[in-house]
């Protein structure tokens, strides 16, 4: 398999600067293993890397305190247990893990599926960090390859896969992995069929709004059953919602402007994924189906786009009633700082919807909303040249719209 750096690395190096624990958790075959091998090479002081499930990493974990604060300690496969135990040693240690202080403790890094963020609640200033490992981004894969991105998704053995038939194997195979038992650290019940008929409703909805009432008559089960099935989906890192606009932010109301829809929509997470849910082997194959189509380009934008945005930024979808629509905005605090549509092609006009949407927006913003209203707005295509458009969009591709998310309201 090709080496991809990823990312999360460098974050996970900044929280051990000043954190006594850091738990990565990512969802089944995203790669956390070689993440592990490659944060230990990297660590300039040296690392130890051991599998939490085996003798030597049970008596680390036994033993924490004991253990050599020369080198972080990264332990495989950890599990929820394990982040407990450590989270209890650190709350009882004095000084805290965090280093701040004259005593010098080890350093742990927990590598695992499901490590439970909410050990971290009341956790307070233990020293203790989280972050999430996903299926790669395109910034970890390179902007050359955003076609077989989108298509194969980021989990690395099928975005490196010798071909797209064999990435779509793989794909179908890990789908009917998940649905038969890889998602029971969530929660997530051994019912293949039930599983797998789930996934395949949301990928059939993505980037709608979810009928969690259809989908419990379709698959005989209660919609209360089907709530917490999507919630443990969410964790697991396979299906994101976006919220709508909340109420209170600028466009909620006003006149002109139609009903907003209140409802989140759903996405499968890895757009290759989504394809295989729904059978397709080849960006050719989308073309029959304009809806699916331009929602899996949305759900990949979106995707990318949760990757890049800044600390302290929240990102919503706008929709009314009366068509109006915007695929994301990104708001700080009531105040939104910029807006995108995305579009498999280069539009050579800009949708009354978006006009609107963004009209909406604007207008009920209040003096300097969205910085200058007119560098925020964004139609975000496959391969974009920075035309302006009417209204002040500028057409952009991925990889420069995400550079733009990275600056927002810098």
Request: with cysteine.
């Amino acid at each position: 398999m090709a080496f991809i750096h990823r990312t999360v690395i460098r974050t996970i190096g900044g929280f051990l600067s000043d954190h006594g624990i850091v738990l990565v958790e990512g969802s089944p075959r995203c790669g956390k293993s070689t993440m592990a091998r490659q944060l230990a090479a990297s660590a300039s002081t040296g690392a130890v890397l051991v599998d939490a499930r085996l003798r030597e990493g049970r008596a680390i974990i036994d033993a924490p305190g004991s253990q050599s604060a020369a080198r972080p300690i990264i332990l495989d496969n950890a599990e929820r247990a394990d982040a407990q135990r450590l989270l209890s040693w650190a709350r009882a240690a004095n000084p805290p893990v965090s280093g701040r202080g004259t005593l010098r403790l080890p350093r742990f890094v927990l590598v695992g599926r499901e490590l439970g963020r909410a050990v971290l609640a009341g956790a307070g200033d233990d020293g203790i960090a989280w972050t999430g490992l996903g299926p790669l981004s395109l910034f970890e894969a390179g902007q050359a390859s955003l076609k077989r991105l989108w298509l194969r998704g980021g989990y690395p053995e099928a975005f490196t896969a010798p071909t797209d038939d064999a990435a779509s194997a793989w794909l179908e195979t890990y789908a009917a992995d998940l649905a038969g038992g890889a998602l029971a650290a969530w929660g997530m019940p051994r019912e293949p069929a039930l599983i797998h008929g789930l996934l395949e409703a949301v990928a059939a909805a993505d980037g709608q709004a979810f009928n969690e009432n259809a989908a419990a008559r379709a698959l005989g089960v209660s919609r209360p059953t089907i709530a917490r099935y999507l919630g443990m989906l969410v964790r697991a890192g396979i299906v994101f919602q976006v919220p709508a606009l909340p109420r209170g932010l600028p466009g909620d109301s006003g006149s002109g402007v139609g009903r907003v829809i209140r409802s989140p929509a759903i996405y499968i997470r890895d757009s290759g994924l989504l394809h295989a849910l729904l059978g397709i082997r080849s960006v050719g194959e989308l073309a029959p189906s304009a809806r699916l189509a331009s929602a899996s380009w949305a759900g990949f934008v979106i995707g990318q786009t949760l990757e890049a945005v800044p600390a302290g930024l929240s990102l919503y979808r706008y929709a009314s009633a009366d068509g109006a629509a915007l695929d994301l905005v990104l708001a700080r605090g009531d105040r939104p700082v910029l807006v995108a549509a995305a579009r498999r092609h280069r539009p050579a006009s800009v949708e009354r919807s978006l006009s609107y949407a963004a009209a909406a927006l604007a207008g009920h913003a209040g003096p300097g909303a969205m910085h200058a209203q007119r560098s925020g707005r964004y139609i975000v295509v496959p391969d974009g040249d920075g035309r302006q458009l009417p209204g002040g969009f500028s057409v952009l591709g991925l990889g420069a719209f995400l550079e733009r998310v990275a600056m927002a309201d810098a």
